[in-house]
């Protein structure tokens, strides 16, 4: 169990109703006017960061944005990946960067320009490594949250861009990984079955150039095959038909 001191969040809040706690989605148990208490399981415990939390503690607030709101920022679900850690931050004009240190799981969804949340704060990857990415904080972020606070060597919460998270699931379902069509590698169907070193029609099984192809797939002189189009029992990643199956 946690419990907030805390105001303004506590505004048009009731109990059962979602606040996150330094990024960290957590459902209101309790509460009067100066703070409120919510329970806390293993899982979020071993997820996130707030195992690290003592009394006196600072921690980002926020509540859950009704249908009809603003986004100011990216679809934020309160649902932590993971953790990272502060490797450095270094003073830029007006903003501070922050290099952020990761697992692989984490830093597979995050991409230059794309979005992360931070604690539960929605930002803008500014630069992205092997295992560590960037940020760029304005003043208003680091005043109204505890960014400013953070040190090399702190954990923070990380929450991955969910509509990032849903497209790797669906291109890697099973169904697209089957017979190892391995679609985010982009192999692309070479090799497929029954089209062994079929790429482009050249050298195809018992015919040169197509000719002859095995049980006659495709013609002579492979043709339809430029660029493994139409060639028989193989798939090509993301096709249109691909997109128009689930809705895009």
Known sequence: MVEVNCKKVLEGTGAGDSIAVNGVCLTVTWLDGRGFRADVMHETMNRSSLARLIPGSRVNLERAMAADGRFGGHI??????????????????????????????????????????????????????????????????????????????????????????????????????????????????????????????????NGKNGKNSKNGENGQNGKSMENGRNSKNSEYGITAEFLAKYGF
């Open 76 to 205: 934020v679900t309160g649902h932590i990946d993971g953790t990272g850690t502060i490797l450095r931050t270094e003073k830029d004009g007006i903003a501070v960067w922050y290099t952020v240190k990761t697992d692989a799981n984490i830093m597979r969804y995050i991409i230059e320009k794309g979005s992360v949340a931070v604690d539960g704060i929605s930002l803008t990857v500014a630069d992205v490594k092997k295992d560590t990415f960037c940020i760029s904080v304005i003043p208003h972020t680091m005043s109204e949250t505890i960014l400013s606070e953070k040190r090399p060597g702190d954990v923070v919460n990380l929450e991955n861009d969910c509509v990032g998270k849903y497209i790797g699931r669906l291109v890697n379902s099973p169904e697209n990984v089957e017979n190892g069509k391995n679609v985010e590698n982009g192999k692309n169907g070479e090799n497929s079955k029954n089209g062994e070193n079929s790429k482009n029609g050249e050298n195809s099984k």
